[in-house]
């Protein structure tokens, strides 16, 4: 059975920090796993991914404040995020590509100005 369990998403203030980790099971042979974000009322968008061999691509939105990294081991991905903006407010989805995509069930980041 595939499984992306998130966690660590919360309310927090501007400027702080948060991070996130998303642990995978079920999946055969992950290349992709990575992080998007949905707020109210856009679109899914790409924050940041990572390869098996550790190649990184960030959205410009978080470039230079986060920071994305992976435990091929535990099939595990993690995001670290520094000096949060508003603008960070989303439902973060945790995803993980092998065969096929699959996506977690997301994590509410909330950022109060």
């Known amino acids: 059975q595939v499984q992306l369990v998130e966690s660590g998403g919360g309310l927090v203030q501007a400027g702080g920090s948060l991070r996130l980790s998303c642990a995978a099971s079920?999946?055969?042979?992950?290349?992709?796993m990575g992080w998007y974000r949905q707020a109210p009322g856009k679109q899914r968008v790409l924050v940041a991914i990572i390869t098996s061999g550790g190649s990184t691509n960030y959205a410009d939105s978080v470039k230079g404040r986060s920071t994305i990294s992976r435990d091929n081991a535990k099939n595990t991905v993690y995001l670290q995020m520094n000096s949060l903006k508003f603008e960070d407010t989303a439902v973060y989805y945790c995803y993980a590509n092998g065969v096929r995509s699959h996506w977690g069930q997301g994590t509410q980041v909330t950022v109060s100005s």
């Open positions: 079920g999946i055969f042979s992950i290349n992709v």
